[in-house]
């Protein structure tokens, strides 16, 4: 999270209007991770990718749900905004600037994960020149995809056996967006929901409160690249591995086209 100086300076996209809220999310998902994957030992590298992972798909459906709303409005869209690829063997997967924007410092968004890693790993001892090119690692994680090899983090020293974020959303996803749509609790005064594109943050947030959290078992540099690579991959998976039938993808003349099958359903 950012320093306590620089949160005075700068309001996070939810503020003022749904401060309780965002903190109240915040708490429940930081318990449910902690809850299904022990933060300490040899299951903390898994509970930094889960956690990374999170805002990768949170990520994902920020832009989908920004393609719905703007599917009939093709000439706002800028080209390679949001695209539906598939690999040589006919896997599906999503690639863009705005699945990536949410990830990556340099593309124009307030509140990048990148920047909740690199502000947590270097308050745990981490160096400026420590820190690997994240584009890098997007572009690698890209060509993995269409090359059908994908959803699996990097083998590399220092790592154990990790759970694919694919897996680890099946578990872990529905009940997060359970938690981020959940009514205020009776006791508190109502606020508005959380943004779709604001679910990101906000699990950035608790992802760079895990990295303190397991920083005695998982040095710095370790656990970033554990937090970006989960939240890389997870951002351009098929949504139906984790979240199957929310979602509707199809190409068109006009550019992929995108229904949320609540939405759907309603008008139908």
């Given at each position: 999270m950012p320093p306590a100086s620089a949160a005075r300076q700068e309001r996070f996209p939810w503020e003022p209007e749904s401060v309780n809220r965002a903190n109240l999310v915040t708490a429940a998902v930081r318990q449910l991770l902690v809850q299904k994957i022990p933060s300490k030992g040899a299951h903390a590298q898994s509970l930094l990718v889960a956690a990374g992972a999170l805002v990768g798909f949170a990520a994902q459906n920020s832009a989908l749900e920004q393609g719905e709303l703007l599917t009939r409005r093709r000439d706002l869209v800028a080209p390679e905004s949001l695209m539906l690829r598939q690999s040589k063997d006919g896997r599906r997967f999503l690639a863009?600037?705005?699945?990536?924007?949410?990830?990556?410092?340099?593309?124009g968004h307030g509140f990048p994960?990148?920047?909740?890693?690199?502000?947590?790993?270097?308050?745990?001892?981490?160096?400026?020149?420590?820190?690997?090119?994240?584009?890098?690692?997007?572009?690698?994680?890209?060509?993995?995809?269409?090359?059908?090899e994908f959803g699996r983090l990097e083998p590399m020293e220092g790592r154990g056996t990790l759970a694919r974020p694919q897996d680890l959303l099946r578990v872990l996803w529905p009940t997060t967006r359970r938690i981020v749509t959940a009514p205020m609790p009776l006791e508190m005064m109502d606020e508005p929901v959380l943004n779709e594109a604001h679910w990101p943050v906000a699990l950035a947030v608790v992802a760079a409160r895990l990295m303190t959290q397991t920083a005695e078992t998982v040095p710095p540099k370790l656990a970033a690249g554990l937090v970006m690579e989960g939240a890389i991959i997870a951002s351009k998976l098929d949504p139906e591995l984790a979240d199957p039938s929310r979602w509707t993808l199809a190409p068109s003349p006009r550019g992929l086209q995108i229904a949320r099958d609540d939405r759907r359903r309603r008008v139908a």
């Open positions: 863009g600037r705005w699945v990536t924007a949410p990830l990556l410092l340099g593309y994960l990148q920047r909740f890693v690199v502000q947590a790993a270097a308050a745990a001892g981490m160096k400026r020149t420590e820190f690997p090119d994240y584009w890098e690692m997007e572009r690698r994680i890209a060509t993995a995809a269409a090359e059908e």
